[in-house]
């Protein structure tokens, strides 16, 4: 079975100060890999997802699938960063389901 | 305003009774989504459809039903068979074929709190 590994529930972090938000999975196939982001008041939104490659918002995650991690990074966290992040797993014949994640509350202190 | 609406916001229910969660998406999706939303356990799926008149078992089925008698529409049904229904609940939708269906929509969700 698939599973998605948060560990961190919480995360607070000061602004301009490096941000890793952890991911970990299990998953014995190739699995695309997505982090979803919502922000106070607003839906849950997708933030990327591994195979774009992307920088959003200043975030990156880079898959590594020899230590099953998908961690997601900001060199400079800024206040507007703070929300709750979820990281989500797809793959093999799970066609359209994702497991996600417990979520990672990250507070950025001015 | 394009997107998918839940309603109610709040809902509230004795013990025993059935109740239907709304949700509705005008971004004609062919893909319609039903999560659970608990306190330290992410979101889990209830229930999904990929097309109208057909749906899947999610993680969580038990205790749930739902119908999708329109591409627009995907209302869920909590039972009074299931144990633990105070939630929060959110619906999603996406197009499909399947890789682009990883990107889903949420709606704003539906806190449900029943004693």
């Known amino acids: 079975a698939q599973r998605v590994t948060q560990p961190e529930k919480l995360l607070s972090v000061f602004k301009g100060a490096p941000v890793e938000l952890k991911c970990n999975y299990s998953y014995s196939g190739s699995p695309e890999l997505f982090w979803y982001v919502q922000y106070s008041r607003q839906r849950l939104q997708l933030l990327l997802r591994?195979?774009s490659r992307e920088s959003i918002k200043g975030f990156t995650a880079d898959l590594n699938k020899g230590e099953t991690s998908f961690h997601l990074k900001k060199p400079f966290a800024q206040e507007e960063d703070s929300a709750m992040y979820y990281c989500?797993?797809?793959?093999?014949?799970?066609?359209?389901?994702?497991?996600f994640g417990q979520g990672t509350i990250l507070t950025v202190h001015p | 305003d394009g997107g998918i609406t839940q309603s109610p916001k709040y809902l509230f229910r004795k013990e025993g009774q059935n109740v239907t969660l709304s949700c509705e998406q005008n971004?004609?999706?062919?893909?319609m989504y039903w999560y659970r939303q608990d306190p330290g356990q992410g979101l889990r799926l209830i229930y999904y459809s990929q097309i109208v008149n057909d749906f899947q078992k999610g993680d969580i089925a038990e205790g749930y039903s739902v119908s999708r008698e329109k591409k627009e529409s995907f209302p869920l049904t909590v039972t009074s068979a299931q144990k633990n229904p105070t939630a929060f609940y959110l619906c999603?939708?996406?197009?499909?074929?399947?890789?682009?269906?990883?990107?889903?929509?949420f709606g704003p969700g539906t806190r449900l709190t029943v004693t």
């Open positions: 989500a797993l797809a793959g093999g014949t799970s066609y359209g389901k994702l497991t």
């Open positions: 999603a939708s996406s197009i499909w074929p399947v890789r682009e269906s990883y990107e889903q929509y």
């Open positions: 591994h195979i």
């Open positions: 971004l004609n999706h062919d893909a």
